[in-house]
T-cell receptor
Framework: DTAVSQTPKYLVTQMGNDKSIKCEQN?????MYWYKQDSKKFLKIMFS???????INETVPNRFSPKSPDKAHLNLHINSLELGDSAVYFC???????????FGPGTRLTVT | GENVEQHPSTLSVQEGDSAVIKCTYSDSASNYFPWYKQELGKRPQLIIDIRSNVGEKKDQRIAVTLNKTAKHFSLHITETQPEDSAVYFCAATLREGGADGLTFGKGTHLIIQP
């Protein structure tokens, strides 16, 4: 009965590849997010998405794109992976008007 | 956009003493300020939060204060225990549950010395 889940937990891939990270929440939340945590532990918002709007952090390269097949899922697609993309990626969700953002367990992406 | 500064980056205190972590934000429109605790290899977890219409909030050994005029807020942990050792992040956002996400500070590594 995990609230926010991500797959895979670890992802090791080579430069230039295209990969996806999946996120699912079973809380009935209507807003989902992707955050990137780099090697210095800095947490940075990448995308915010609900059924009305997608907000993209202007610093995110367009090689990254969120895809939401339904309200419970927000997947992250990354094209042409680069070394600098290595990080832990966290998915999170919240209910419109609520307070707490629930974070997934994270996906550690390593690009070699 | 919003910018959140957090200090110190590392804080070492003796077990039983108090710890204080401070943050400032830039956007006066921000109105929700959560604090997250992240243990090694784990996800960030909300420990306390405060809205802009409140100056102080307390939950057992942790408390948060907010000064909207000065645009700064602080986390206070009293009677620290070994399990308080973790990285703590402050954050700010314009709307609770809104689609604009959280802007985080750079984190404070809190070390509790036995």
């Amino acid at each position: 009965d995990t609230a926010v889940s991500q797959t895979p937990k670890y992802l090791v891939t080579q430069m230039g590849n295209d990969k996806s990270i999946k996120c699912e929440q079973n809380l009935g939340h209507d807003t989902m997010y992707w955050y990137k945590q780099d090697s210095k532990k800095f947490l940075k918002i990448m995308f915010s998405y609900n059924n009305k709007e997608l907000i993209i952090n202007e610093t995110v390269p367009n090689r990254f794109s969120p895809k939401s097949p339904d309200k419970a899922h927000l997947n992250l697609h990354i094209n042409s992976l680069e070394l600098g993309d290595s990080a832990v990626y966290f998915c999170a969700s919240t209910r419109q008007g609520a307070r707490e953002q629930y974070f997934g367990p994270g996906t550690r992406l390593t690009v070699t | 956009g919003e910018n959140v500064e957090q200090h110190p980056s590392t804080l070492s205190v003796q077990e039983g003493d108090s710890a204080v972590i401070k943050c400032t934000y830039s956007d006066s429109a921000s109105n929700y300020f959560p604090w997250y605790k992240q243990e090694l290899g784990k996800r960030p977890q909300l420990i306390i939060d405060i809205r802009s219409n409140v100056g102080e909030k307390k939950d057992q050994r942790i408390a948060v204060t907010l000064n909207k005029t000065a645009k700064h807020f602080s986390l206070h942990i009293t009677e620290t225990q070994p399990e308080d050792s973790a990285v703590y992040f402050c954050a700010a956002t314009l709307r609770e549950g809104g689609a604009d996400g959280l802007t985080f500070g750079k984190g404070t590594h809190l070390i509790i010395q036995p």
